[in-house]
């Protein structure tokens, strides 16, 4: 790899220099050094993102064995999938998992971003309280819910039999499950939407503030006049990303992975793990690939609404 | 100012106070709340097993003895220099490639640059575990199959990074390059003695970011290897759960352990990550 970078500057000073101003030979140079510069970047996203975007569309006609032998079945795994129980189980609660994810986050996001919204010092310490769930992985994440959430021992429990409440099994039991998940979902990604909207909250110019405080208006009311309307650009972001990240962020899969397993009753199996689970616990990567091609349609679909919607995300070119 | 408005201040200031306390009550909470739960993991990691469920935060008799189990039972350095080169590989590699994809498609002019650009935005949404299926089987048939390029190379390429870096260079001004360029300096001198030192804070940031994203990832690594000699961390915690079921003080000692760094990451460089994600919503 390392060879590659010496030749590329070789190449481009070996051109001929040509007097300033606008030369054929100064825009060669300038097309190779264009091309030079994109092609590992290019050629790595089209190989390990490209590639297997084009191969979930095209490997869901086929069924693969373990061993890699490839024979085409035709619409039989999207037919497979029309009469499989489980995918639709995985589907609904997925669905249900965005439902209650997005506007939660949505809601702690900006809720805690107006609460540490000005520049003090204790407002930052709190911030960067907030943000260190962020940090750790999501496998530690789960462990330590687990923990903590453990049946009978575990100190929710003894904090609700201490309350009189009672003692659950958490993530056991298949009223809660999915709503624990939900919770420690929160908890992990909340700091991360609180940056975003703070960013955003900080975008806003202070004379709207000052100018409808003299005019009387309540604090309510310029937070549902100005705030709101003013973050309309970050509210759409943070819709955008926390539904991706429902659907298919690396949460989906570690989180059930460590501590649920899809279980109890099916009621965590998130497509994303059930997709795993027929890929790489039952060998169906064919029937795998199939219902994963959703999603990527479902993706490809969003990226163009996105696009779309905000001018190819600040599309300026200078 | 009129003496009107100042008083206005000054009872405006009085009448804070106690909100103000409000507040500091609730942001504690918040704060606690936010960390606590990775308190106690510390905590059961100095616990012995009979207290491993007790409901003080500081042991009674702490001890080192769990760590000194887990590191004797299990490989755990290995594991974690694995994570440690292979989060570093793909950091370094990737903001590099990333730097120089994002300056050419800022400031260089070629054909077909735009149809790049959006080629590659196409991908921006697209994230590992959807397309875990066929990259696995992409990779296998490449042969990479337990090995660090395997583990490396695929973690390299995301739109993301090539997004905020040419986000960064469109507000570079102009004139810094160009009179590079007419003293006939090549374009990749120019990138390298002109373009990455004036990117130092943006590179430095998403190193962070890249790095802890690295060391935290669990499904590519889970796919990829099955030979424990090529175990990343995370794999190891979530496989030393399984062995230890029910071992609490051991997992938590272990989970400590892999988070630690992290961690410390996060108090050493917190100002940096925290300002790299507030700008990076599309406005």
């Known amino acids: 790899m390392a060879q590659v970078f010496p030749k590329t500057e070789g190449a481009v000073e070996a051109a001929p220099s040509s007097p300033r101003g606008f030369s054929l030979s100064n825009r060669t140079r300038e097309w190779i050094a264009g091309y030079l510069f994109v092609l590992p970047d290019a050629l790595g996203l089209l190989i390990f993102v490209g590639g297997p975007m084009l191969l979930s569309l095209s490997l869901g006609f086929f069924s693969v064995s373990g061993f890699g032998e490839y024979s085409f079945v035709g619409l039989d795994n999207y037919r497979r999938m029309i009469g499989d129980p489980l995918f639709w189980r995985s589907l609904s609660v997925t669905i249900l998992y965005i439902v209650l994810l997005v506007p939660a986050l949505y809601v702690t996001g900006l809720g805690l971003a107006l609460l540490v919204q000005r520049n003090t010092r204790f407002n930052g310490f709190v911030r960067t309280m907030l943000f260190v769930p962020q940090t750790v992985s999501l496998v530690v994440v789960s462990l330590v819910w687990q923990v903590l959430l453990v049946d009978k021992i575990g100190l929710l429990n003894q904090f609700t039999s201490w309350l009189h409440l009672g003692q659950y099994s958490w993530l056991g039991d298949p009223r809660f499950a999915l709503y624990v998940v939900v919770f420690i979902s929160v908890w992990f990604l909340m700091g991360f939407y609180m940056l975003i909207f703070l960013g955003g909250l900080q975008d806003i110019p202070k004379e709207y503030y000052e100018a409808a405080r003299i005019d009387g208006a309540s604090a309510l009311q310029s937070f549902l006049q100005i705030t709101l309307p003013l973050l309309r650009p970050t509210s759409f972001f943070v819709l955008l990303v926390s539904t991706v990240t429902a659907v298919c962020g690396s949460q989906t899969f570690d989180l059930i992975y460590v501590m649920t397993r899809g279980g109890p009753a099916n009621t965590t199996s998130l497509a994303i793990f059930y997709i795993y689970q027929q890929a790489f616990l039952f060998n169906e990567y064919g029937y795998a690939a199939a219902m994963a091609s959703v999603f990527v349609v479902l993706l490809m679909g969003l990226t163009v609404l996105m696009f779309m919607l905000t001018r190819g995300g600040r599309f300026t070119y200078d | ?283």
Do not use: C
Not at chain 2, 148 to 160: C, H, K, W
């Open chain 2, 1 to 283: 100012m009129t003496d009107a408005w100042k008083a206005e201040r000054n009872i405006e200031r009085a009448m804070v106070r106690p909100t103000q306390l409000v507040w500091y009550v609730i942001g504690l909470i918040l704060s606690f709340m936010a960390v606590a739960p990775l308190f106690w993991m510390v905590s059961m990691a100095f616990k012995k097993t009979d207290e491993v469920f007790g409901q003080n935060l500081i042991p009674h008799h702490p001890s080192l003895d769990n760590f000194l189990y887990v590191f004797t039972q299990v490989d755990f350095f290995r594991y974690l220099w694995n994570t440690f080169f292979v989060s570093a590989t793909v950091t370094i590699v990737a903001l590099f490639f990333h730097s120089m994809a994002g300056y050419a498609l800022a400031r260089l002019r070629f054909p077909g640059r735009d149809a790049i650009f959006l080629t590659m935005f196409a991908t921006f949404l697209i994230s590992q575990p959807v397309i875990i299926v066929p990259l696995f089987i992409l990779a296998r048939s490449l042969g990479l199959l337990d090995s660090y390029a395997g583990l490396i190379i695929p973690s390299i390429f995301n739109a993301f990074g090539i997004f905020l870096l040419r986000q960064f260079y469109l507000a570079v001004p102009r004139e810094l390059e160009e009179a590079a360029v007419i003293d006939g300096a090549g374009y990749f001198r120019v990138y390298w003695s002109i373009i990455l030192p004036l990117s130092r804070p943006i590179l430095s940031a998403l190193a962070i970011l890249f790095f802890l994203a690295n060391w935290n990832s669990f499904l590519w690594p889970l796919t990829i290897t099955s030979d424990q000699n090529l175990w990343m961390v995370q794999v190891a915690i979530a496989s030393f759960r399984q062995q230890y079921n029910g071992a609490w003080n051991y997992i938590m000692a272990a989970s400590t352990v892999v988070a630690l760094p992290t961690l410390a990451m996060f108090v050493v460089f917190q100002k940096r990550i925290i300002e790299s994600i507030k700008t990076s919503g599309i406005k």
